[in-house]
């Protein structure tokens, strides 16, 4: 079965500063996608990065990047330049491409504060 | 706009009583699933569908039925809700191809005392 870890269950940052919020998975598959997705208070689910595993790439979207090292099997999200606005719960995911179903495995969360 | 959605948002029922927590989707995704969430554990699968009238099993599935007679709805039934029911309940659905991104519903907070 697959696992996702993320260790670090609260992390506190200041405005404007970097952070990175760590994940790492544990899978024996080689074609997998991972996400991060974001959970502010509203509690709305939002899509944050994805993560294709064939790509060596590093996916960006704006101030949010991800360090993904296959090998290590370790997939951190960076976000720069903190707004209070990232104040959230955020999520690791794994997806294992799968028939009939691709199946979603998701880390414990990180609570992230940003401070002003 | 696309969009998932459920209800009811917020529920707070006895033990034994039945309930049905709604969800639809009008993205014509192929999948749908239901997760709950619970502080330290994240998001756990209750149960998904592939397609209308095809269903199975997730992580954690006792206590729970669902159903999928048309491709928009996937009703997540209690027929016998407990205290350990007691969670924040998501629905979400996805492609089957293409980017693979699950869309989820906006989440409901079930009490059960």
């Known amino acids: 079965a697959q696992t996702v870890t993320q260790s670090q269950p609260e992390m506190s940052v200041q405005e404007a500063e970097t952070v990175t919020l760590s994940c790492t998975y544990d899978?024996?598959?080689?074609?997998?996608?991972l996400f991060w997705y974001k959970q502010p208070p509203s509690r709305q689910m939002i899509l944050v990065i994805r993560?294709?595993?064939?790509?060596?790439q590093n996916a960006t979207e704006n101030r949010f990047s991800v360090n993904f090292q296959k090998a290590a099997k370790s997939f951190s999200l960076k976000i720069s330049d903190s707004q209070l606005g990232d104040t959230a719960m955020y999520f690791c995911?794994?997806?294992?491409?799968?028939?009939?179903?691709?199946?979603?495995?998701f880390g414990s969360g990180t609570k992230l504060n940003v401070k002003p | 706009e696309a969009q998932v959605t459920q209800n009811p948002r917020y529920l707070i029922t006895v033990t034994g009583k039945k309930l049905t927590v709604t969800c639809s989707q009008n993205?014509?995704?192929?999948?749908m699933s239901w997760y709950r969430q619970d502080p330290g554990l994240g998001l756990r699968q209750i149960y998904y569908?592939?397609?209308?009238?095809?269903?199975d099993k997730g992580d954690v599935p006792e206590g729970y039925k669902v159903s999928r007679k048309e491709k928009r709805n996937f009703p997540l039934i209690l027929e016998s809700p407990s205290p350990n029911q007691t969670s924040l309940y998501f629905c979400?659905?996805?492609?089957?191809?293409?980017?693979?991104?699950?869309?989820f519903g906006p989440g409901t907070r079930l009490t059960v005392t």
């Open positions: 995911a794994f997806m294992k491409l799968g028939i009939p179903f691709n199946k979603f495995y």
């Open positions: 993560q294709e595993a064939y790509k060596q």
């Open positions: 979400a659905s996805s492609p089957r191809t293409g980017n693979y991104e699950q869309y």
């Open positions: 993205m014509n995704h192929e999948y």
């Open positions: 899978t024996s598959e080689n074609n997998y996608y």
């Open positions: 569908s592939m397609n209308v009238e095809v269903t």
